[in-house]
Each structure stands twice: as C-alpha cells, then as structure tokens.
C-alpha cells in the first residue's frame, strides 16, 4: 500500500512563500488522486485542495485559490503544494491524503484511505 511523507513545513511571515511536498513510496502516486487538507488546534480537519488521478486537474478550496497551486511531478512520485501570500490563518498541521477516487477530487476526508503524517505550517503576523 502507498505511504505518504509530507516535507516543507516550517514558520514563514504573513506574505511569504512555502513548498510542501508530499511523496510517496509503495505506489505510484500518479494513480491516486491526492489531496491536501490541514487542521488548525480546536478546528476539524479542512480540505485546501487536490489533483485529480493520473491527470493534472485540480480544485481548491475558496480560502485558498488564487494563492495556493498542486501540481505533480510523477518522476519523483511527489505531488507539491505550493502556498503563496500566506496569512496568519493559513497556520495548520497540513496533511496530504491519496484517494482512490478516479473521478473526482474528493474534498471529504473520508474518501482517502491514505494519510501522511503531516508538517507543521506557522505563519507569523
């Protein structure tokens, strides 16, 4: 089974930039579609965003589009999130998942099946 490794976290100032990667080991992740979500202290765990199984689709959450972008390069079996403009709020646990869903881009956590073990975003006002 696909395991998942999230990197790039780390603390950032309001309007700075970071990469997070997730790869991937035990599967090709271009045959998952795989999403990203984050989970703040008190807060449910969100969905940010994904791409679509084996293509290049892509979907955002409102928060986030425009200033984040998911991209994957199969070579590398990793799929990265890119944050940009980030803000106080965008502070979260950030989590990449694989789905098998080869539809859609799921948006709820219970339609991934796969989950890295997440890297810490903080963004300092």
């Known amino acids: 089974q696909v395991q998942l490794v999230e990197s790039g976290g780390g603390l950032v100032q309001t309007g700075g930039s970071l990469r997070l990667s997730c790869a991937a080991s035990g599967g090709i992740l271009g045959n998952y579609a795989v999403g990203w979500f984050r989970q703040a202290p008190g807060n449910e765990r969100e969905f940010v965003g994904g791409?679509?199984?084996?293509?290049?689709?892509?979907a955002y959450a409102d928060l986030v589009k425009g200033r984040f972008t998911i991209s994957r390069l199969n070579a590398k079996n990793t799929v990265y999130l890119q944050m940009n403009s980030l803000k106080p709020e965008d502070t979260a646990v950030y989590y990449c998942?694989?789905?098998?869903?080869?539809?859609?881009?799921?948006?709820?956590?219970?339609?991934?099946?796969?989950w890295g073990q997440g890297t810490q975003v903080t963004v300092s006002s």
């Open positions: 998942a694989a789905s098998t869903d080869m539809a859609t881009v799921p948006s709820s956590t219970d339609r991934y099946g796969y």
């Open positions: 791409i679509k199984w084996r293509g290049i689709t892509t």
